[in-house]
């Protein structure tokens, strides 16, 4: 078993769809990251959150420790949004990656 | 625009080549990684570096060669490679170690090995 599992694995949208990506996770954590990885290759930090909630633009992430869960969602999908998703959370000094949720968005 | 800039974007090379990927950072971070990303697997790290200092070698194969000359580049050695080591090689650099910091991540060389 993966110390990090994401659902679903690939995730497909109608443009304008409320999208919610979910990360689970097995190790004591201090803080969880959310990174996007276009199709180019590149990967962004979307955030990084050891409590509650963070937003930015039309992007929210909550974690629950206690739960060791984490959410990412989307509001207002855009076919710009579509990409590969991954949570990665450290243990000791090193990140572990999720495999990633995979999320077409359609016009 | 991270802020970490990786060439080359793709590379195809034999068996016997040798060939190097290069990473630079101007965004006065301490540690640099490197990392694998294969087709349906998470992502894998391979070396760390913290302030030149290689901090992690996670049981790579010798093939691979790292080499940190200052806190601003890294280099990713590859020499009598496999063709399963085709694969997006990662750079990334943090402030202090990844676990406690954002992760700014270069463009990615993909790598195939004929």
């Known amino acids: 078993k993966n110390e990090v599992e994401q659902s679903p694995q690939n995730l497909t949208a109608q443009e304008g769809e409320f999208i919610t990506i979910n990360c689970s996770y097995s190790?004591?954590?201090?803080?969880l990251h959310w990174l996007q990885q276009h199709p180019g290759g590149g990967i962004v930090s979307l955030f990084m959150l050891s409590s509650g909630k963070k937003k930015h633009g039309r992007l929210i992430a909550t974690i629950n420790i206690q739960e060791k869960h984490s959410s990412l969602h989307i509001t207002a999908s855009h076919p710009r949004d579509s990409a590969v998703y991954i949570c990665?959370?450290?243990?000791?000094?090193?990140?572990?990656f999720g495999t990633g949720t995979r999320l077409q968005v359609f016009p | 625009e991270t802020g970490v800039t990786q060439t080359p974007r793709h590379l195809v090379m034999g068996m016997t080549n040798k060939k190097s990927l290069k990473c630079e950072q101007h965004l006065g971070h301490n540690a640099m990684y490197w990392y694998k990303q294969s087709a349906k697997k998470p992502l894998e790290l391979m070396f760390v570096?913290?302030?030149?200092?290689?901090?992690e070698n996670n049981s790579v194969p010798s093939r691979f060669s790292p080499e940190c000359p200052n806190s601003s580049h890294l280099f990713l050695h590859l020499h009598t490679l496999q063709p399963e080591d085709s694969a997006l090689y990662l750079c990334a650099s943090s402030r202090g170690l990844a676990a406690t910091g954002e992760l700014f991540f270069g463009e990615g060389s993909r790598l195939t090995v004929l």
């Open positions: 190790v004591g954590i201090s803080a």
């Open positions: 990665a959370v450290p243990n000791t000094d090193k990140l572990i």
């Open positions: 570096y913290n302030f030149k200092e290689q901090t």
